[in-house]
């Protein structure tokens, strides 16, 4: 079945520096969406990307989706102490279902 | 901002016995989902729902879960004869169409003793 990995699985960074996370798919996507998950929470969902090679933004964060539909990248310019948890990415392939990644988690230190 | 919401947050139950979590999905949209997440694991899909039916299930989703739309506002999850390695915690989703985003509600952990 298609599997989702994310690379790092753990980052630690000072506050100010940039992160970055990986999500590789081991079959193409119709879209692929990314969530936030704080400690003890819930996903929160960030964006949706639909389109080959798309790019979008949202303030210090930017969202790439491959050429080929099967990777994705979240890049946080200058990390704040309020982006501390953990990201997923979750791609949609023919259904309706989200095939979560494993996730990168996110520390940051002041 | 519309929410899903759940209930319990937190249910304690005994192995063997049988727990219905409860949700009421964001008003406007027509797909529903549960999904599951074991502690420090990532979120796993359960099942999906629409027109009143199954879409879609996982192999995780076997004949000790089931769904119901009881009436038009709630969604439920079943489980039954439940085992020690149902503790997770169990969100709901809902979305406005299919391939749009997912929102998730806050989940119940679900403790099975």
């Known amino acids: 079945g298609q599997q989702v990995m994310q690379i790092p699985q753990y980052q630690h960074v000072q506050e100010g520096e940039d992160f970055t996370t990986y999500c590789n798919s081991s079959?193409?996507?119709?879209?692929i969406q990314w969530y936030k998950q704080r400690p003890g929470g819930h996903p929160v969902f960030l964006i949706q990307?639909?389109?080959?090679?798309e790019v979008k933004k949202q303030k210090r964060l930017t969202f790439q989706f491959g050429e080929a539909k099967k990777n994705s990248s979240l890049h946080i310019t200058a990390t704040q102490t309020t982006d501390v948890g953990t990201y997923f990415c979750?791609?949609?392939?023919?259904?309706?279902?989200?095939?979560f990644g494993t996730g990168t988690q996110l520390k940051v230190e002041l | 901002e519309p929410e899903v919401t759940q209930t319990p947050s937190h249910q304690v139950t005994q192995m063997g016995q049988e727990v219905i979590l409860r949700c009421v999905p964001i008003?406007?949209?027509?797909?529903f989902y549960w999904y599951r997440q074991i502690l420090g694991q990532k979120v796993e899909f359960l099942v999906s729902?629409?027109?009143?039916?199954?879409?879609?299930k996982s192999e995780i989703f076997d004949d000790q879960f089931s769904v119901e739309r009881p009436d038009g506002s709630n969604f439920t999850l079943k489980i039954r004869s439940t085992k020690l390695e149902d503790s997770a915690m169990y969100f709901c989703?809902?979305?406005?169409?299919?391939?749009?985003?997912?929102?998730f509600g806050d989940g119940t952990r679900l403790s099975i003793l």
């Open positions: 989703a809902s979305s406005a169409g299919i391939n749009q985003p997912q929102h």
């Open positions: 079959t193409t996507l119709s879209n």
């Open positions: 990307l639909v389109k080959s090679g």
């Open positions: 979750a791609g949609q392939g023919g259904g309706n279902k989200l095939t």
């Open positions: 008003s406007n949209h027509l797909y």
């Open positions: 729902f629409y027109n009143n039916e199954i879409s879609e």
